[in-house]
Structures are given as structure tokens and as C-alpha cells.
């Protein structure tokens, strides 16, 4: 199974930024469409945005797009998502995966890394 270690949450203000970090346990991402998605408390877990490896495109939620930024560094083994303009609403463990499907975002594996709290206060 393909796991990631993620990082960079924590406690922000609204209006704030954040940049997750995402690296896999074991493997190399560079042939992979990596998918972030969250879960908030009392919610079931959304996908919000992908990077594909087939042409380098990218997608986003209605709920975080304008806001967030996917992005991958091949070389550093890394999936980032840089949070801009934090709102409440993205108060939310966050988890990175390797897709099944795009549309709609589905997991290769149901095996999740610990994830990476991000909370904002308002």
C-alpha cells in the first residue's frame, strides 16, 4: 500500500497561509496523480484537489479553488499545497493519496497516512 507522511498544519488565523508538505513512505511519487483530501469533524473525507502525471494538470474544489495550490517537486519526492486566505470552514485533518480516479477523486488504496491538522481560528 502507498502511504504518505504529511506536514505543515497548524494553528492559523483567518485570512492566514499555510503550506502542506506530502511525501510518500517507500516510493517515488513521479509516476503517480497525487490527490489531497481532508476531514473535517463530523464529516466524511473530500477530496480537493489533484495534480495529474499524465499531463501536469491540476483541479481543485469548488470550496478551496482561487485559494489553494497544488504543486509536486519531483526531484524532493514531495506533493505541496499551498492555503492561502484560511477560512474556519478548512479546519480539517489533511491527508495526501495516490488516485484511482480523478472524477471523482477516489483513492487508489483506503490506507491513510496520520495526516496533518490545520486549524483556523476566526
Known amino acids: 500500500q502507498m502511504q504518505f507522511v504529511e506536514s505543515g498544519g497548524g494553528l492559523v488565523q483567518s485570512g492566514g497561509s499555510l503550506r502542506l508538505s506530502c511525501t510518500p513512505s517507500?516510493?517515488?511519487?513521479?509516476?503517480?496523480?497525487i490527490g489531497w483530501f481532508r476531514q473535517a469533524p463530523g464529516k466524511e473525507r473530500e477530496g480537493i484537489s489533484y495534480?495529474?502525471?499524465?499531463?501536469?494538470?491540476?483541479n481543485y474544489a469548488d470550496s478551496v479553488k482561487g485559494r489553494f495550490s497544488i504543486s509536486r517537486d519531483n526531484a524532493k519526492n514531495t506533493v505541496y499545497l499551498e492555503m492561502n486566505n484560511l477560512k474556519p470552514e478548512d479546519t480539517a485533518v489533511y491527508y495526501c493519496a495516490v488516485l484511482l480516479t480523478t472524477a471523482p477523486m477516489i483513492p487508489l488504496f483506503d490506507s491513510w497516512g496520520q495526516g496533518t491538522q490545520v486549524t483556523v481560528s476566526s
Open positions: 495534480n495529474s502525471v499524465r499531463d501536469g494538470s491540476t
Open positions: 517507500g516510493f517515488t511519487l513521479e509516476h503517480y496523480t
